[in-house]
């Protein structure tokens, strides 16, 4: 017999905020992407992650992330699954649900431009000039308020080597492209010479790149806003970000301590409204840095939802229904597929501990070889009880 769970609703869902008539779409485009993970499974795994905040908004998602255990396991959680779905199982049914939508005039939410020859400039919502535009990282300081951008020069691969004077090691390489990019895959870290060579090589195909100064960061804040439909902004929370030294993501803390003082949420705010001048609507998260001398340093402008935004907006309503203070959003490959998950996550969400947010069954799965994979948000009293209860699910197989 199924626990009843108490239901763990968003503090404003995606349908209140886009306002009704669009089609959210998650995933970014099958062709090859330099800049983002390449690797279908993840990409598709990210069609479910924010089910738990679309109110009645429809989705285009993978069928891998909808199966009848998937949806089991949401469920049991107490998420609410009101939405309709566009499901696309390769890379022609995804295509073509493009087309249809088209010809019937629907407008799409979309968290990265496709390629022309992929989507018509028809399907979306916002101008996909505008969204490359604030996404590219070359435009970043005629964005953020003075005084709060990194020192950065803007140079090709060409170059790179002639502009380091102004630079000592180590420094940060960043792609300032128009392209989809996510998750640090546009970002090196060079802390010597040998690293610069490698940086020219790595980003010779980029149209542009920027030098930035290496941050000493003592805290690290994932900064989010929303634009509505009817031109309300809201703020949406901080998460504090979890960065490998190479400066790639792996999740997020979200808690009392990730909320940050408030000059650093008015900083946000200010890139927000720069955003929304020029037309943007929708949600942003924006990567604002406090160094250990004082300075709060905006890095990075991300004008899509963030990895972070669903637990955000669940926050509130998972204090009060299962009295957990601390989320740590993670994700995971299951070594020994669904049924060792499906275990687990069963027993997390029963014990009051986890909330699954995107699952993705292998066995279900188009691609030859697939991982099951899941996204979700361990909770506790403390960052140190969530990290013993991440460790239950590690020491079940899943990494």
Known sequence: MQISKPAIVPRFTFSEIYGPGLIFNPRPSFAHNKWIPDCPVKLDLLTGSQFAVLGSMPVICSRAVTTQKATELYERAGLQLRFPVHEYS???????????????????????????????????????????????????????????????????????????????????????????????????????????????????????????????????????????????????????????????????????????????????????????????????????????????????????VNGSTSALLLRDSIEEHLGQKVIKYVSWKSIGGIEPLYDCVKRGIEDGYFIPLSIYDGNESPYEDADTLIQGLVLGDSREEAEQKESIFQRAGLS
């Open 90 to 304: 390769t890379k022609e049914d995804y295509r073509r649900i493009f087309g249809r939508l088209e010809n019937e005039r629907k407008k799409m939410v979309v968290q990265h431009i496709h390629p022309e020859e992929e989507m018509s400039s028809e399907n979306y919502w916002i101008d996909p000039g505008l969204v490359q535009y604030l996404n590219n990282k070359a435009n970043l300081e005629e964005l953020v308020p003075p005084g709060h951008a990194p020192k950065r020069k803007s140079t090709t691969s060409a170059e790179l080597d002639d502009q380091l004077a102004d630079f000592p090691f180590p420094c940060v390489v960043k792609a300032a492209t128009n392209e989809a990019n996510a998750a640090g895959f546009d970002v090196f870290i060079c802390r010597n010479k040998e690293d610069i060579k490698k940086a020219a090589d790595f980003f010779a195909s980029c149209e542009g790149i920027v030098i930035e100064e290496y941050l000493e960061i003592e805290q690290n804040y994932c900064v989010q806003f929303a634009c509505t439909a009817d031109e309300r902004l809201l703020y949406l929370g901080s998460a504090v970000q979890n960065i490998t030294n190479d400066g790639k993501y792996e999740g997020n803390w979200v808690d009392k301590e990730s909320e940050p003082g408030d000059e650093v949420v008015k900083i946000g705010r200010r890139i927000m409204e720069e955003g929304c001048k020029r037309g943007y609507k929708g949600i942003a998260g924006f990567d604002i840095a406090v160094t250990p001398d004082g300075r709060k340093i905006a890095f990075d402008l991300n004008f899509r």
